[in-house]
């Protein structure tokens, strides 16, 4: 039988040694016909729930189990950026749960960032959408913890990029040269102003910008997660040179613009192999001046703000 401590502290059950699966997802799913009104049965979705390894299972807390509804419906669109959870005495009906455990699901879900709860004449919880940032910002701690250095990062950006510009040569979308010309001319601009540490943030956004137009979403999360620690990255390194101005000037026009220019002439010929040995060669001579000497070495920061 099931605790009222199991109802809102969590509890594990024994299962006899072999028990499957299905075993303990029915055990789950009877547990929460206990904790939570049939509605709330009806519309959440099916949890995942660990099996220990001497084979006991832990029954997740109600509160859990709510947030779990609310997630799946912030994600799956139903609940949609700007929109206003109904209020706690509606959802406390509607649920079929006290206020104490609403409160603590609500807290699950505005630390995932998914609500905010908005205080004064509009009180309530304002939905948002997931953002890459929350996942970036995370990710970023993870590579520091994990000692990964800036040349790491630099090799998993020679890792994609080469891959995306063919998919780009091979369409030879008028639009996405017309994109990429684009930012080439203000980055052209930038340099020619002596705006050297935006041109540098100007240079990220253009690999970004190419991943970006070959459409592949998965592929967009990952270099995301990158591009701040890269870019942070890059703006230490160039701070550090002692370069006159218009030797810095020289230089980025070389040995970037003109480089994205000659990409782009390759994209709209269509030219598949050249692009793709190209800006494999661009990135994999880029790394080398941005990871010379001890620059490579250095563990990545994900804590500091540029």
């Known amino acids: 039988m099931i605790t009222s401590r199991a109802r809102t502290q969590g509890e594990t059950v024994g299962l006899a040694p072999g028990a499957s699966r299905r075993v303990a997802s029915r055990v789950v799913a009877v547990a929460r016909g206990v904790l939570l009104s049939p509605r709330l049965v009806n519309k959440a979705r099916v949890r995942s729930v660990p099996v220990l390894e001497n084979g006991s299972i832990r029954i997740p807390k109600t509160s859990e189990v709510v947030a779990d509804h609310l997630r799946a419906r912030i ?54 959408k997931p953002q890459i940032e929350s996942v970036a910002r995370y990710a970023g701690y993870v590579l520091q913890s994990e000692g990964t250095t800036v040349a790491d990062m630099f090799e998993a950006r020679l890792a994609i990029e080469p891959y995306v510009v063919r998919q780009l040569a091979a369409r030879k979308s008028k639009k996405v040269i017309a994109r990429l010309r684009a930012e080439v001319e203000r980055l052209t601009v930038l340099a020619n102003e002596q705006r050297f540490l935006e041109f ?38 160039f701070t550090r040179l002692s370069m006159p101005v218009e030797q810095q000037r020289r230089k980025l026009l070389g040995s970037g613009v003109r480089s994205y220019q000659k990409l782009i002439d390759l994209i709209a010929a269509g030219d598949v192999e050249g692009a793709a040995a190209h800006w494999t060669l661009h990135i994999t001579n ?16 994900a804590l500091s703000r540029s």
């Open 75 to 128: 994600i799956s669109g139903q609940l949609k950026e700007g929109d206003y959870l109904p209020p706690e005495g509606q959802l406390m009906q509607t649920l079929g749960i006290s206020r104490p455990t609403l409160r603590e699901a609500l807290r699950i879900v505005e630390a995932e960032q998914l609500i905010s709860v908005v205080r004064g004449s509009h009180a309530g919880a304002r939905v948002h």
């Open 200 to 237: 540098i943030v100007g240079v990220s956004a253009f690999h970004q910008l190419i991943v970006d137009l070959g459409g592949n979403k998965t592929l967009h999360c990952l270099t995301r997660i990158l591009q701040d620690l890269l870019t942070r990255a890059q703006i230490e390194t």
């Open 286 to 301: 880029a790394n080398r001046s941005w990871t010379a000497g001890a620059e490579g070495t250095r563990v990545v920061d």
